[in-house]
């Protein structure tokens, strides 16, 4: 049974950090890409950051510069690092695992940038 399990969420000033964990169990994800998205309350769920498990990433055009993913292979957890903080980052986020034909999706963490 694949269960991906976030951790890391919570309450943050604006300009503050977080760092989101994701451990993922129940199979080999090696040939996983693995990524973070987010959904905010009345909007679709959208793309946060990706990681190929050889290290190649994507990011979305708004945290770009201010988010890094990584992950850890032998461990199987994947980061999100998550600085200068903004309202607009306020949201649930999902890790994701995506295989070739078919994807998991974690609970959900939430993160709110608030004063």
């Known amino acids: 049974q694949v269960q991906l399990v976030e951790s890391g969420g919570g309450l943050v000033q604006p300009g503050g950090s977080l760092r989101l964990s994701c451990v993922a169990s129940g199979r080999t994800f090696s040939s996983a890409v693995m990524g973070w998205y987010r959904q905010a309350p009345g909007k679709e769920r959208e793309l946060v950051a990706t990681?190929?498990?050889?290290?190649?990433?994507t990011y979305g055009d708004s945290v770009k510069g201010r988010f890094t993913i990584s992950r850890d292979n032998a461990k199987n957890i994947v980061y999100l690092q998550m600085n200068s903080l903004k309202p607009e980052d306020t949201a649930v986020y999902y890790c994701n695992a995506a295989f070739s034909y078919t994807a998991y999706w974690g609970q959900g963490t939430q993160v709110t940038v608030s004063s």
């Open positions: 990681i190929t498990y050889g290290g190649t990433t």
